[in-house]
């Protein structure tokens, strides 16, 4: 791959406001910006349930990746924000479960409030795509 910039976008109305994409790749490095838990319809996905709340941000991150020709696989670190650190195992549970094989560098950092206050966990993630 060359080192041309490819760019994932959700069509949600934050990117246009804010000025971002979901992702964005330059060579061998991916970005995945801060990604919270939503439906395919752009509304709060499992308000309330911490670890699907975790799981639904993975697998929006799974896709991003995936549109700039990278997977889960090339992770090489996530940032995890949290509202309520006391929700740890269920967040490190879905985490878990999608990094067991090739855990990537990680932190979970307990923030006051989200833009949504349905939002519990924030993710953001970091890959490093392996010539091959």
Known sequence: MGTGTQRSFTGA?????????????????????????????????AVGDPEAQARRCLDIIAKALAEVG???SDVVRTRMFVTDIDHWEAFGRAHGDVFRDHPPA???VEISRFIGPQFLIEIEADACVEAG
């Open 13 to 45: 109305s934050w990117e246009k406001q804010v000025g971002y994409c979901r992702a964005i790749r330059r060579g061998d490095l991916v970005w995945v910006t801060g990604t919270v838990s939503l439906d395919d319809e752009g509304q709060p996905f």
């Open 70 to 72: 990278a997977s889960m």
């Open 106 to 108: 990680t932190t979970m």
